[in-house]
Structures are given as structure tokens and as C-alpha cells.
């Protein structure tokens, strides 16, 4: 009977989420609503980001690389017609004459990116620690060279504009709950198990007859497959997109947000992308007011410093808070 | 030489060792057995200071006759004052050669005679390792590695050497010959203090012997009357007659 | 497309790599005895350019004093970090060491933007550095033949340091096996501190040199190094100086010869190149060039 009261408690806070969504796109501004989408989106990006980094222990630089793909499918698919003649004089034929809707666009650029992500995972997996975060990056740099490059399909470096501006809360919310859901669900499922063994120490893993290979890529195209959404989302939020949204240092930033949240913690990245996003965007004014730019950086990263001097595994470690938990775990 | 007393250890939160206290007297080859999981690495790390006890005392007795609490001393110190540890698993430096590690050993020492005088007798000690000298150490065998772990310790002209599980993955007759060489190395007045999971050959060397089962001491004595006793035959001796 | 042509891109490459050889020493040298990334390694390399070019255009000072101010000033820099951001992380994860010299970078960058505005400055060498030699074919300024140099001095000293000293051995030891050195007497908080010192001295050198050869220095300026430096460490091998020496040369050389030997419209997909062949590297040898095997823990 418990299980079921817990299944009835995620219904009901998903429904009150919804309320809220509807109050939110009601009454509040639209720098706050736009902020409120950010959120969402760090959200999800932290989140999937911890099914690779945090569960399964690889230390990947590549997810931007993966949102660069989803956000650039989703763009040029959902790119009216009459616009595609202009801008895109390059795309095939059957490409140039559709149009497809924001939700299978949004499918259809996850699925890419978890493509993309096999077809790197395959060769690059088999590295370790930081010559995997080498290789990553590596893939991030390669990816950002060939869109700014294959001119005809992207636009190059002036990336596209002019996107319609599709996402708002009620895309962006039911997005964020999928991902926790099947976080959370991978997690406490015996593949979650599989995962934090090979994360922990690999070579008992194997001798389990654990396929460390599968686990890994498993575990690369699953969260490339969000990091994908992610990229359509901003895209679509962003009503630009252009191989620069999706550098480096948006790498970086993701990679703290799980580390300092704890990586393996669901909880943790949740409230690092939030607390993350927030803050840098209350330091902006006070930036601007005391004209002393940097200023905010600075405290986060005297923030970030702080809390990993106290708790090296990151705020919530590898564990989420109790009434999170499954009944059994 | 050395004197502990109710030493009380923990790792993390496991609680190791539950209020111990031995005696080692100069001269002495003392040998600590017990299973697995008994503390007795637990005890050589804190004496040589790579652990803090919780509560007790480990009280040393100096050349210069003074006593120094090696409870407050950091690590670096101890080695100073004459303690040698040799770790468990040999922890010899795979990437440096043989004399690299045999420098390591003496690192903190700037007398160059002294220095040239101990090489040559741990060379005499152990010839292989002059053979092999300029090769790095991870290529040496387990049981060569046992000696320049050995070695090693010796560089640091030590008063009072430490061992954990010498004889640890090694074939019974490289054991033989490294007890051997223990004994010869305590007959040059080194104290030795042992732990062990071979009893059988530890109890044979040392003149005296501590038994250490679950973090408490349980048996102490004569090491020729340890090897003698009942419950110690039957738990680590094979329950065989000697 | 001469030998000509080819032995001058072979020569700018040379030039090249030794600055990332020399950022990729110190890097590699602290992650080998601590088994941590120090991330803001790069901005020790922005703080040697700053202090140059403070030292040298504003105050004026003789060529050698400035070189010697460069020295200490990377070595105190080291010391800084190491207290600062490595001290209280040792023995947390890896990430999380990476995370904090990430959070250290970052601040150490904005401390430069908020002091010194983001406002790249000009960097001018004196005179008879800019000078235009020719050997043969192949031509470059005497500044860059003076890279060269340094960086194979400095390298050789530092490899000196490392095989024949008491200190390089105390530096080797550590970075085996921790405890095990403690036990032969290495202090090793003096050790670790001498690694970040030496580590440090050899980036803000770089820094020197970088300021030279770029003619342009911004307090953002170490994230291209520092990241570069990162790639040669692992490519090597991480923990490896020889290895860091290496990736760094091969880095450079890398560079230079994508842009240099292939035709032109494939010269924006460089760093793809770059990154592509680093990748291949790795593939090949997923230890780096020299880097020990990974899987001999068992």
C-alpha cells in the first residue's frame, strides 16, 4: 500500500506543478518567465548530465555538443518554409519543403543527438578518466567546427535567428518531469545499480559480469538524448542558435552544477541548477549597478570553493533526502 | 624501547583497536599475530604515525635515553627519531630504481660516510639487490621487492624497525631466507617488531609475541610458550603438535 | 609547397610547442604527486605576461631582473594555489579537486578583469628582440629563438632536478605512493609545495614568452593555455614530464602544420583537426604517450 501512496504523491505534486505553471504563465513578468524556462532547462541539462557523469562515474566535457545537435535539428525542422528558401539555400529538398511541429522536432533532436552520442560513444568510451574528459572535449571542439563549417545547412557562424519562439513553461515543465522521472526511475532500477558499480570500482564490476562497455554508452546516449531536448528548448527559447550557444564553458558549468550538487544525486543537481541560475542572475544587477563587472563570478566561485571544502562529495553526495527515496532502497 | 598503552584507534568510524598496550624492550624481536582484520597494520600505522589515536599513549624511548610520546609527533619526526616502518605490500616505488628507492629510504640523512657504510651492508645483506641496482623496482620479484622494501627501512639507520607481513605472498623459502635475515639484522642491534599472519614462522623468530584478536591484545608472552598454547595452536597453528 | 615552406612551419611549430611544453610540465608535475587538476594553471601563465609587462614597460626594469621577478612571481603564484585551493581537497575525488581550481580560475580571472578591465594591452619587447634572422630558408624573430632556447634550458634543469636531486626523488616518491613516502621521512606538505613553486615558476615564464610572441595580453588570457596545457598533459600522459614535453611539441607542432600544409578552405577546421588527431593519439595509446597503465591496480 505504501507504493502506491508514494505513486499518488508524485501524481498529485506533478498536478499542482501544472498549476503552477498555468498561474506562472499568467501572472508573472516576462524576465521572470524567461528565467523560470532557464531554470528548467539547467534543470534538465544537469540532471541527464548526472545519468553520465554522476551514475555511471565518466567524466564527459561532450553535452553541449549533444544540445548543439538536438538544438540545431529541432531549429531547422521547425524553420518555416518560406524562411528555409532564404536562409538555408543549401538543405536537401525534402528538408527544405517541411515543416514539422515542436514536439516530434524536439523527438526527433533527442534521438539525433543519442545517435551522435553512439556513434562518438563507440570509439571514445573505451578511455578513462581525464583522457576521456580529453576526448569529450575534443568531440565538443569538432562538432562546434564542422556546424560553424558545413555552411549550407546551419548558416555557419551566424547560426540562425528569427526561431519561433515555441518554449515556454508548458513545454518546458512536463520536459523537466520526464527527465526526473526516468532519472529517477534508471537510479533505482537494477541498471542504476549497474551503473554506481561501475562508477565505483570497475573492475569488480566486471568480474560481476557487468559489460562495462554497454553500461558506458548506455549511459552516454541516454543523457545525450536530453541534452538534445535541452538544445531545442533554448534554441526555441533563445529564438537564436549559433555554434557558439553551446561552448566550453557551458560545459564547465553543467559539470559544477553536479559535482557541487553531488554527483549520483538527482536532489543534488536539481537544487545546484536552480541555486546555480538564480544567483547568477542576482549578481547581474548588483554587477551593473557597482559597475564592477566580474563581481559575480567571483562569489560563486568563492560559493562553489566553500561547499566543496565542507563537503568534498558535493551537497547531497551520492543519496538523495529521505522521503525521495523508494520504499526499499 | 617502546611502550604503548590502552592505545585506542579508529578508521573512520570502525572502531580498530579497543584499548591495547604492549612492550617492545631493546634488543627485542617482538612478534604480533592475529587474523585478518585484527588491527595490526592499524597499530604499525600508528606508531609510525600515518594514524592518530583516539585515546592512549605510545611512549619511545630515544638514544639519548629521553622519552618522546610518538602520538604527537608527525610521521616525518618519527622517522627521525629512529623508527623505520615497512609497509604492508612491500610499497616499494615502482618507477624508481632500486638505489633511487634505497636513497628514498635515507632521505632524511646527510652524513655521506654513514651513508656509503650502510649501502654496502645492505648490499652485503642482500646481494641480489646490488645486482640489480640501476633496474627499476616494480621489475624486481615479490620476494626481491621484500628485500629492498627491507632495504630500505635499513637506509634510515633505524633503532627500531617495523614490519607488516613481511613474508606476505611469498614462497616458503624466501620467508625462511628472510627471517633469516631479520634475526642476522637484530644480532647487529636493530629491535624488530613483527606483525604477522604466518604465525608459525613469526612465533619462531621473536623472542616474545602478542596475540591480537579483534582489537584487544588476548595472549602475551614468551613466544616459545604462545607456539605452545592450546586455543593459539588451534587458531592460528594448525592445531598440530610441534 | 617547398622544404622550405615546410621547415618553417616545422619551425613556428617548435616555437609553439615549447610554450605548451612548458605550461604542460608544471601541470603534469601536479597532478602526478597530488592526482589532481589544478585548472587555474593557466592563469599563473596571465600573471607572468602582467607582471612583464608591469615589470618591463612600466617600471622599466633591465630584461634579466624582469625575468628573475617572472620566476619568483609564478612560484609564490603556485604556492598560493596550493595553499588556497589544493591543501583543504586532498584526498577528495578527482572532479571535485577540478571543480575548485576551476572556481580558483575563475577568480583569479575576474580579479584581473576588475583590476585591470578586461582591456586586452599592448606587449612590446625591446628592440633587438624583434629583430628578423634568417637562417636558410626559414626566418623568425630573435625573441622566438630565445623561446626556444629557455624553454630547453628550463626544461633540462627542471629533468635534472627531478632524476639527480634529493628532492627529485622526494617528488617521485610521493607521487607514487603518498603514505609510503611519509614513511621514509619526506615531508610531504614541503614537497608538494615545491612541486606547485617549480610548476609555477614555469608557466609565468610562459606567460613572458606568451606576451612576447602574441604582442597582445588580457586577464582572460590563461584559459587557452591552461586548457592547452590540460590536452598536452593527457595527451603525454598525465603525470608524465617527458610525456607533458612531448604532447606539448606535438600540440604545437599540430597547429601549425594543419593550418600550414592544408589547402586553405580546410584551414578553419584546425582545431577539428587538432582535436581529431589527439583523438587518434588516444585510441591508439589510451594512457597517453608515456603515461602508465591504468589498470595495474589489481
Not at chain 1, 176 to 205: C, H, N, Q, Y
Not at chain 3, 224 to 249: D, H, M, N, R, T
Given at each position: 500500500m505504501r507504493i502506491r501512496r508514494k505513486n499518488l504523491l508524485t501524481v498529485f505534486l506533478i498536478l499542482a506543478g501544472l498549476a503552477g505553471v498555468a498561474v506562472a504563465q499568467r501572472s508573472l513578468n516576462d524576465y521572470v518567465l524567461s528565467l523560470v524556462n532557464f531554470v528548467g532547462i539547467y534543470i534538465i541539462l544537469a540532471v541527464s548530465l548526472n545519468i553520465t557523469n554522476g551514475f555511471t562515474g565518466l567524466f564527459s566535457l561532450g553535452h553541449p555538443a549533444f544540445m548543439a545537435i538536438g538544438g540545431y535539428t529541432t531549429a531547422i525542422l521547425t524553420f518555416p518554409v518560406q524562411r528555409k528558401a532564404y536562409f538555408l539555400a543549401g538543405l536537401p529538398e525534402w528538408l527544405a519543403r517541411t515543416e514539422v511541429p515542436f514536439f516530434p522536432s524536439l523527438l526527433i533532436g533527442g534521438v539525433m543527438a543519442s545517435l551522435a552520442a553512439l556513434i562518438v560513444g563507440v570509439p571514445v568510451l573505451r578511455l578513462r578518466g581525464h583522457y576521456l574528459a580529453v576526448a569529450t572535449l575534443g568531440v565538443l571542439i569538432i562538432v562546434q567546427v564542422l556546424i560553424t563549417n558545413l555552411e549550407s545547412v546551419t548558416r555557419g557562424p551566424l547560426?540562425?535567428?528569427?526561431?519561433?519562439?515555441?518554449?515556454?513553461?508548458?513545454?518546458?515543465?512536463?520536459?523537466?518531469?520526464?527527465?526526473?522521472?526516468?532519472?529517477?526511475?534508471?537510479?533505482?532500477?537494477?541498471?542504476?545499480?549497474?551503473?554506481?558499480?561501475?562508477?565505483?570500482?570497475?573492475?569488480?564490476?566486471?568480474?560481476?559480469?557487468?559489460?562495462?562497455?554497454?553500461?558506458?554508452?548506455?549511459?552516454?546516449?541516454?543523457?545525450?538524448?536530453?541534452?538534445?531536448?535541452?538544445?531545442?528548448?533554448?534554441?526555441?527559447?533563445?529564438?537564436?542558435?549559433?555554434?557558439?550557444?553551446?561552448s566550453l564553458v557551458l560545459a564547465f558549468t553543467i559539470v559544477v552544477m553536479v559535482v557541487v550538487g553531488g554527483a549520483g544525486s538527482i536532489t543534488g543537481s536539481v537544487v545546484a541548477a536552480l541555486v546555480f541560475s538564480v544567483l547568477t542572475e542576482f549578481f547581474r544587477p548588483l554587477e551593473e549597478r557597482l559597475n564592477i563587472y566580474g563581481l559575480g563570478e567571483i562569489f560563486m566561485a568563492l560559493i562553489m570553493i566553500c561547499i566543496l571544502i565542507y563537503r568534498p562529495m558535493g551537497i547531497f553526495g551520492t543519496r538523495e533526502p529521505r522521503f525521495m527515496r523508494p520504499d526499499d532502497a | 624501547m617502546l611502550r604503548i598503552e590502552n592505545l585506542e584507534v579508529y578508521r573512520g568510524r570502525t572502531y580498530v583497536l579497543k584499548g591495547i598496550s604492549l612492550e617492545v624492550g631493546r634488543g627485542e624481536i617482538v612478534a604480533l599475530i592475529g587474523a585478518n582484520g585484527a588491527g595490526k597494520t592499524t597499530t604499525l600505522k600508528t606508531i609510525s604515525g600515518l594514524l592518530r589515536p583516539h585515546r592512549g599513549q605510545i611512549a619511545y624511548r630515544t638514544e639519548t635515553d629521553q622519552e618522546l610520546a610518538l602520538d604527537r609527533l608527525p610521521?616525518?619526526?618519527?622517522?627521525?627519531?629512529?623508527?623505520?616502518?615497512?609497509?604492508?605490500?612491500?610499497?616499494?616505488f615502482a618507477g624508481l630504481t632500486v638505489r633511487e628507492n634505497l636513497v628514498a629510504g635515507a632521505y632524511l640523512r646527510r652524513d655521506k660516510q654513514g651513508l656509503r657504510?650502510?649501502?654496502?651492508?645492505?648490499?652485503?645483506?642482500?646481494?641480489?639487490?646490488?645486482?640489480?641496482?640501476?633496474?627499476?623496482?616494480?621489475?624486481?620479484?615479490?620476494?626481491?621487492?621484500?628485500?629492498?622494501?627491507?632495504?630500505?627501512?635499513?637506509?634510515?639507520?633505524?633503532?627500531?624497525?617495523?614490519?607488516?607481513?613481511?613474508?606476505?605472498?611469498?614462497?616458503?623459502?624466501?620467508?625462511?631466507?628472510?627471517?633469516?635475515?631479520?634475526?642476522?639484522?637484530?644480532?647487529?642491534?636493530?629491535?624488530?617488531?613483527?606483525?604477522?599472519?604466518?604465525?608459525?614462522?613469526?612465533?619462531?623468530?621473536?623472542?616474545?609475541a602478542y596475540v591480537l584478536e579483534t582489537g584487544r591484545v588476548t595472549l602475551s608472552g614468551a613466544s616459545s610458550a604462545i607456539a605452545c598454547d592450546e586455543a593459539v595452536r588451534r587458531a592460528y597453528l594448525g592445531g598440530q603438535p610441534r | 609547397m617547398t622544404g622550405g615552406y615546410i621547415t618553417q612551419q616545422i619551425v613556428n611549430g617548435l616555437i609553439l610547442g615549447s610554450m605548451y611544453a612548458l605550461v604542460a610540465i608544471g601541470f603534469t608535475m601536479i597532478y602526478g604527486i597530488i592526482r589532481l587538476i589544478n585548472f587555474a594553471h593557466g592563469d599563473v601563465v596571465m600573471i607572468g605576461a602582467f607582471v612583464t609587462l608591469g615589470l618591463l614597460q612600466h617600471l622599466g626594469w633591465p630584461f634579466w631582473l624582469v625575468s628573475l621577478c617572472v620566476l619568483a612571481a609564478g612560484a609564490f603564484v603556485g604556492l598560493s594555489i596550493e595553499r588556497v585551493a589544493f591543501r583543504p581537497m586532498r584526498g577528495a575525488p578527482q572532479v571535485t579537486g577540478f571543480i575548485t581550481s576551476l572556481a580558483v580560475s575563475i577568480m583569479i580571472q575576474n580579479l584581473g578583469i576588475v583590476f585591470m578591465t578586461a582591456q586586452p594591452r599592448n606587449f612590446t619587447f625591446p628592440d633587438f628582440l624583434q629583430q628578423l634572422l634568417r637562417v636558410g630558408p626559414v626566418s623568425f624573430r630573435v625573441v622566438d629563438l630565445v623561446i626556444m632556447l629557455t624553454a630547453l634550458v628550463l626544461m633540462a634543469a627542471l629533468i635534472l632536478l627531478v632524476r639527480k636531486t634529493r628532492l627529485g626523488v622526494g617528488m617521485r616518491a610521493t607521487a607514487e605512493?603518498?603514505?609510503?613516502?611519509?614513511?621514509?621521512?619526506?615531508?610531504?606538505?614541503?614537497?608538494?609545495?615545491?612541486?606547485?613553486?617549480?610548476?609555477?615558476?614555469?608557466?609565468?615564464?610562459?606567460?613572458?614568452?606568451?606576451?612576447?610572441?602574441?604582442?597582445?595580453?588580457?586577464?582572460?588570457?590563461?584559459?587557452?593555455?591552461?586548457?592547452?596545457?590540460?590536452?598536452?598533459?593527457?595527451?603525454?600522459?598525465?603525470?608524465?614530464?617527458?610525456?607533458?614535453?612531448?604532447?606539448?611539441?606535438?600540440?604545437?607542432?599540430?597547429?601549425?602544420?594543419?593550418?600550414?600544409?592544408?589547402?586553405?578552405?580546410?584551414?578553419?577546421?584546425?582545431?577539428?583537426?587538432?582535436?581529431?588527431?589527439?583523438?587518434?593519439?588516444?585510441?591508439?595509446?589510451?594512457?597517453?604517450?608515456?603515461?602508465?597503465?591504468?589498470?595495474?591496480?589489481?
Open positions: 547560426g540562425l535567428n528569427g526561431l519561433p519562439a515555441l518554449t515556454d513553461l508548458w513545454w518546458v515543465f512536463p520536459w523537466v518531469v520526464v527527465t526526473l522521472l526516468v532519472s529517477w526511475k534508471i537510479k533505482f532500477s537494477s541498471f542504476g545499480r549497474t551503473m554506481l558499480s561501475v562508477r565505483e570500482d570497475d573492475l569488480a564490476a566486471e568480474c560481476c559480469g557487468v559489460n562495462l562497455f554497454q553500461t558506458r554508452v548506455a549511459a552516454l546516449v541516454i543523457g545525450a538524448f536530453f541534452a538534445g531536448v535541452a538544445g531545442g528548448l533554448w534554441a526555441h527559447l533563445v529564438t537564436a542558435i549559433t555554434p557558439k550557444s553551446f | 610521521a616525518e619526526e618519527i622517522v627521525r627519531q629512529g623508527v623505520s616502518h615497512c609497509p604492508e605490500g612491500r610499497g616499494v657504510e650502510d649501502f654496502q651492508r645492505v648490499c652485503e645483506l642482500f646481494p641480489i639487490l646490488e645486482q640489480r641496482a640501476s633496474q627499476t623496482a616494480g621489475s624486481l620479484s615479490g620476494g626481491e621487492q621484500a628485500m629492498l622494501a627491507i632495504g630500505r627501512a635499513l637506509m634510515a639507520r633505524p633503532r627500531l624497525l617495523i614490519l607488516d607481513e613481511p613474508s606476505l605472498g611469498l614462497a616458503p623459502l624466501i620467508v625462511a631466507r628472510i627471517f633469516a635475515l631479520l634475526a642476522e639484522i637484530n644480532a647487529r642491534g636493530v629491535t624488530i617488531l613483527l606483525v604477522e599472519q604466518n604465525a608459525v614462522t613469526a612465533l619462531d623468530l621473536s623472542h616474545r | 605512493n603518498l603514505d609510503v613516502a611519509r614513511l621514509m621521512g619526506i615531508n610531504i606538505n614541503r614537497t608538494i609545495m615545491a612541486t606547485f613553486a617549480v610548476g609555477g615558476s614555469l608557466a609565468a615564464v610562459a606567460g613572458l614568452m606568451w606576451g612576447g610572441k602574441f604582442g597582445q595580453i588580457d586577464p582572460l588570457l590563461g584559459f587557452v593555455p591552461g586548457l592547452k596545457s590540460f590536452v598536452a598533459a593527457v595527451i603525454g600522459g598525465v603525470g608524465s614530464i617527458p610525456g607533458a614535453i612531448c604532447g606539448g611539441y606535438i600540440l604545437g607542432l599540430a597547429e601549425v602544420l594543419f593550418v600550414g600544409l592544408l589547402p586553405p578552405i580546410y584551414s578553419a577546421f584546425r582545431d577539428a583537426f587538432v582535436f581529431g588527431t589527439l583523438i587518434l593519439i588516444l585510441l591508439v595509446l589510451p594512457n597517453g604517450l608515456l603515461g602508465k597503465r591504468m589498470e595495474d591496480r589489481a
